[in-house]
């Protein structure tokens, strides 16, 4: 595997920085707003409802955008929600209906009117991001390259921290003439390069150790070999000779001389028969296999021991579980303004997170309140007959306490 060495240069001048910013890409169309109209948008007002009325977590039943201008001016969320989560409609345009066949949501907005009124609530979420905070927007191939570009905009092309393409479904037999469409893409973006960040990792399995980690050294620890050095020419110490050797042409040492003769003494460092140094990595100081940016594990409900709410296009929660732990910790806040059958939001209770959801749909919000209340249902087949319609075991989600915001009329 090729690794690029890091150009070194000397910062920019303030000059030069005007090029680069001049010379950054954006997307034009029309209609496209000035952020400061965007963040004057008037703030909803929200009114609590008086069946669930319960706790500090929000549910608000409306419009994103009033609710988010709302959020911008209250100082109990503005600058302090630790990680957004959203999965807004695809432009796909189509309407979408639960499994029961109620209509849940449209989705016919497509090109610059897709992406502006997108931007509009980015623009807002970015407002409400804590400096430590994090953004996962969903998308699939039909627009995240237009976000993308939207995104670097709003966050700065230095945050752009992944885009992680997710296996959605299983392979489709397909008679279009093209390949199958198993892909989404997530964006992850921070707001500052000082963000919560816990590694996922995935544990080890015996085939995997076995491959990774060959070697067994006297006391029966477990451990790989990797080189000491690394790709580009230094200067400094990490550049000079090492027990009479200089770093291979290109390279430097990865360690000061010091540190590695205090690696040798402990034993750390792997001689070959020829003379030539490694270092041992030891399996017992791993925790687990670090999650990359393809999630081939994280298909949506795809068997009928799946349990799910029905809600079309929900999520899958092992998934909201892997982004939530590793982008927020316990007690911080989660918001997702696109929230359908509240996927984000039973994720966040489960982990111990504060959370505010919003959906204008009238079914995503029976949903949720089903969901919250008595979990998700197994999949089950289409078929409805009496000895299975009822009786399907139910997997509850942990409660949440929350209290429900409608428009105030
Ligand atoms: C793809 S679904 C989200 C599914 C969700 N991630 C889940 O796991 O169930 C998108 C949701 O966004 C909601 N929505 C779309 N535009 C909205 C808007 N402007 N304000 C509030 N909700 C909106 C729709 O009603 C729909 O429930």
Redesign the pocket.
């Known amino acids: 595997m090729a690794v690029g060495i890091p150009r070194r240069v000397n910062p920019p001048q303030p000059q030069q920085t005007d090029n680069i910013l001049r010379s950054g890409f954006r997307l034009e169309y029309p209609g496209k707003k000035h952020p400061i109209e965007i963040l004057s948008t008037p703030a909803g007002q929200y009114q609590a409802s008086s069946t669930h009325c319960g706790g500090d977590n929000r549910l608000y039943h409306?419009?994103?955008?009033g609710v988010l201008a709302a959020l911008a001016n209250d100082k109990a969320v503005a600058g302090k929600v630790r990680l957004v989560y959203i999965?807004?409609?695809f432009a796909t345009d189509s309407a979408f209906e639960s499994r029961q066949q109620q209509h849940?949501?449209d989705d016919h907005l497509t090109g610059s009117l897709f992406v502006e009124t997108l931007r509009e609530r980015l623009i807002l979420i970015h407002r409400l991001l804590a400096d430590d905070g994090s953004l996962y927007l969903h998308l699939d191939g039909r627009m995240v390259f237009h976000l993308r570009l939207i995104l670097d905009e709003i966050f700065g092309e230095k945050n752009f921290r992944n885009c992680i393409t997710r296996k959605k479904c299983n392979p489709k037999n397909y008679t279009r003439k093209t390949y199958g469409n198993t892909a989404d893409y997530i964006l992850f973006y921070t707001k500052t390069d000082q963000y919560a960040w816990n590694r996922a990792v995935e544990p080890w399995d015996e085939a995997r150790v076995m491959k990774e980690y060959p070697c067994v050294d006297d006391k029966g620890r477990r451990y790989k070999k990797v080189p000491i050095h690394a790709p580009g020419v230094r200067n400094g110490e990490t550049g000079k000779l090492w027990r009479d050797m200089l770093p291979p042409p290109g390279k430097h040492w990865q360690y000061t001389p010091i540190r590695l003769d205090e690696m040798d003494a402990r034993g750390e460092i792997y001689w070959s028969p020829t003379g030539n140094p490694r270092r041992k990595v030891y399996l017992e100081n791993s925790a687990g296999i670090p999650v990359q940016d393809i999630w081939l594990d994280m298909k949506d409900a795809h068997n009928q021991n799946i349990h799910i709410t029905g809600?079309p296009?929900?999520?899958n929660p092992d998934m909201l579980e892997r982004i939530i732990e590793a982008s927020s910790n316990p007690g911080d806040l989660v918001l997702?303004?696109?929230?359908?059958?509240?996927?984000?939001l039973a994720s966040a209770a489960s982990l111990g997170r504060r959370w505010i959801g919003?959906?204008?749909?009238d079914e995503?919000i029976k949903t949720m309140l089903r969901r919250f209340e008595v979990g998700t249902e197994r999949m089950g087949d289409f078929v409805n007959t009496p000895s299975n319609t009822h009786t399907l075991p139910l997997f509850t989600t942990s409660n949440t306490d929350f209290t429900l915001f409608v428009e105030k009329k």
């Open positions: 409306a419009d994103n955008l999965d807004p409609p849940a949501y809600y296009t929900e999520k997702d303004c696109y929230a359908g059958s509240g996927t984000t919003v959906d204008r749909s995503a």
